[in-house]
């Protein structure tokens, strides 16, 4: 199988919520998402000859959803009060309402389905909180 990998990064605010410790609060990440591809055959013809996918396409379909997220806080819905949650929109913070405990676990399966709703074959998709921390989805076969 031949494979192709790309990233992009986002900063964001998230906090977990009903977690015990550090990470309840408020608090920021520099995320770099990590998309790789896969395709037993090369394209034939075309632009593309020779390749899985164009780069720059793939770059470009992961950088809009990073791009979505940047500078912004992340909120599992549900998490905050609604008070607080018209606060923060009031005052024009960027506020992200996502289905699910904004994890690095849950980012990578997120990550994982929206470039595989974009046509992608995706081998795996790793989210770094940190430098030296990350996560990944791989679906199993």
């Known amino acids: 199988m031949y494979t192709l990998k790309t990233n992009a990064c986002f900063d ?4 977990l919520s009903g977690y015990e410790g550090k990470c309840s609060n408020i608090h920021g990440h520099r995320w770099t998402v990590e998309i790789e591809v896969g395709s037993e055959a090369l394209e034939m013809g075309g632009n593309c000859r020779g390749m899985i996918v164009d780069f720059s396409k793939l770059k470009a379909d992961l950088g809009a959803i990073a791009d979505a997220l940047d500078h912004c806080l992340i909120v599992e819905i549900g998490s905050l009060k609604r008070k607080t949650l018209e606060v923060l929109k009031e005052e024009n913070f960027k506020v ?5 405990r904004p994890t690095a676990e849950n980012f990578s399966k997120f990550f994982y389905d929206e470039m595989t709703q974009k046509g992608y074959k995706v081998v795996c998709s790793t989210v770094y909180e940190t430098p030296k921390n990350c996560a990944s989805y791989v679906a199993e076969v």
Do not use: G, N, Q
Not at 12 to 15: G, K, L, M, R, V
């Open 12 to 15: 964001s605010a998230h906090f």
């Open 96 to 100: 992200v309402e996502v289905m699910f």
